[in-house]
């Protein structure tokens, strides 16, 4: 063990006891040790144990630890500390910006535990809420995420929604001459995914020259179907050179899963050549179209009428926007520059659904505060008119699945989005108790971002979806699509059996600021997955059917 992987132990342990709130006095001289041990210009495995204590910086404490670690290759201190530390807050400290106290705070006051959660709490400006913590502060934690993230080899569909067309149009520079297609994952609409894929129409040897000495591309990986490279943004690219008769289907089979073209090989003999586009290669299949958001299973093609798929939700479906949130709580905007943005979007209304007063965290509303936001809100109407915004609050689930006001407050509101945000590490039966209380609570309109999940950050609480959907269908609950590309919850792979339960959808935005309004567009992308439609979806509905639905609903529930 050379001086550098000694000093690496003490840096970390010193940092983990910052962390964790333990004896300041030996963090700070295990600290001292570590840049001592940098500084020296011979080997501590080479010098006599006696000598090392006497060393400048270093004592007899730190001098036992080093013996320790040239004997074991171990620091049992560092060890332990290690085993009651989650992993994402020891990741934490790669991050610019946020030393050892401050991730304590993070942890211990913030309870999140992993970089996709801080980064997540940034974007709804939970951070500079704490002591300690300002707007340059979040900024600059925001950009070193972002940063980190996007070396580590996973992207949010959102992320890679970035750089496509950027990646196409410089590769259709390269290859002027050539046809061009955006493949794989991303054109499956896949929440999240490793790489960035293309077809082009030309030769395996033309590629490889052609790419050989482009600036920002490393090739990484060569096979007999694809070239893998690395680019500079971050995001590995795979090249799939195809000549002109076998481009479609090429392209069909790196679009579809494995299964999906195994079924469609066994049906119709494949391949088919000469298809001029996706649609005639169906065409000459026999089989009516399948995009390729959903050639997932093979068995989609049993919901096919009169020889073609039922019509899905498209982006513009979306006619009102709900669960967002203002700067009453942890939003960036008032109420009216939200409004004024959904405006201008084209929508119909909004509901605003600010935190609730248990979420102290995101300054959540007290029941004063309600009063006075509900009568701007009349205000408000009044001026915007026809424009309507609707008086909603994002209802923390508690612990025993209550939530938190009284009766009396709830029926204040046009609509509650009842959501767990605490005590997130629970065994299946303590969330299924929370949840199915929540469902059974006559005033929760719509069940928010069902399992908690943030995506390639936090796995979410574990749920038994069918029970959950079959409690929504019994209660008239509204499942939410949370399109923040960092959640999409609930899972789209789950959203068949609630459409078959006469569960409606709803795709909201859960916006923090005005910008984040059109991330319904990233619910809708894996919607289209799980085939829904707009007149399953709340969000589309117009607005006098939107006030229409919330009346029915509380004269059927009497409230």
């Not at 065409?283 to 399948?290: D, N």
């Not at 209550?402 to 590490?425: E, G, M, R």
Request: glycine share 4%; hydrophobic share 40%.
């Amino acid at each position: 063990m050379d001086n550098y992987q000694i000093a690496d132990s003490f840096s970390l342990l010193s940092k983990l006891m910052d962390i964790h709130g333990e004896n300041s006095f030996k963090s700070k001289s295990y600290a001292s040790a570590a840049f001592a041990i940098e500084k020296l210009s011979v080997q501590l495995a080479d010098l006599p144990s006696e000598k090392v204590a006497s060393l400048k910086g270093i004592g007899t404490s730190s001098a036992q630890k080093i013996a320790e670690l040239l004997q074991t290759g171990h620091l049992k201190a560092l060890d332990e500390i290690i085993l009651t530390t989650p992993p994402g807050v020891i990741e934490m400290l790669n991050i610019k910006g946020i030393g050892p106290k401050k991730i304590s705070t993070i942890w211990k006051e913030m309870e999140i535990e992993s970089i996709g959660e801080l980064l997540y709490a940034c974007k709804e400006n939970r951070l500079k809420l704490y002591k300690g913590f300002g707007e340059k502060t979040q900024q600059q934690v925001i950009d070193t995420i972002e940063f980190y993230f996007k070396n580590k080899g996973s992207h949010l569909y959102a992320q890679v929604a970035l750089i496509a067309p950027q990646i196409e149009s410089f590769l259709q520079k390269i290859f002027p001459e050539c046809r061009i297609a955006i493949t794989g994952d991303y054109k499956r609409q896949l929440e999240s995914m490793e790489e960035l894929a293309f077809v082009i129409e030309t030769t395996q040897d033309h590629l490889e020259k052609s790419m050989l000495e482009v600036e920002g591309f490393t090739l990484t990986e060569k096979s007999a179907s694809s070239f893998s490279y690395q680019t500079s943004v971050g995001v590995s690219v795979r090249i799939y050179p195809s000549t002109p008769s076998q481009f479609i289907h090429t392209l069909i089979k790196t679009s579809s899963s494995e299964s999906f073209i195994n079924d469609l090989q066994l049906v119709n003999n494949f391949p088919l050549d000469e298809a001029g586009s996706e649609e005639q290669y169906f065409e000459k299949a026999k089989l009516p179209f399948v995009p390729a958001y959903v050639r997932d299973s093979f068995n989609i093609l049993s919901q096919a009428v009169d020889g073609q798929l039922p019509a899905v939700i498209q982006p513009g479906d979306i006619r009102g926007i709900i669960h967002c949130h203002s700067n009453w709580s942890d939003g960036n905007n008032t109420i009216e520059e939200m409004a004024q943005a959904a405006i201008a979007l084209g929508l119909e209304y909004l509901v605003i659904s600010d935190h609730s007063k248990t979420a102290f965290y995101a300054n959540g509303l007290s029941e004063e505060k309600i009063q006075q936001q509900h009568q701007y809100i009349d205000e408000l109407n009044a001026k915007l008119a026809p424009f309507r915004i609707f008086k909603s609050i994002e209802s923390d689930i508690l612990n025993d699945g209550s939530l938190d006001y009284s009766n009396q407050v709830l029926s204040t509101f046009d609509l509650v989005i009842a959501s767990v945000h605490s005590n997130l590490k629970m065994t299946e039966e303590k969330a299924m108790m929370r949840l199915m209380n929540a469902i059974e609570n006559p005033y929760t309109t719509i069940l928010g971002h069902m399992t908690g999940r943030l995506l390639l950050s936090r796995p979410g609480y574990p749920v038994d979806h069918q029970k959950i959907i079959d409690a929504c269908a019994a209660n008239q609950v509204v499942i939410e699509l949370n399109a923040h590309p960092n959640r999409l919850d609930i899972d789209w792979r789950h959203i068949s059996h609630a459409l078959n339960k006469n569960v409606l959808i709803s795709i909201d935005p859960d916006s923090h600021h005005v910008d984040g309004l059109t991330d319904t567009r990233y619910g809708v992308l894996v919607a289209q997955k799980a085939m829904l439609t707009k007149e399953k979806n709340l969000s589309s509905f117009p607005l006098e059917a939107f006030e229409r639905y919330i009346q029915n609903r509380k004269a059927a529930k009497n409230i």
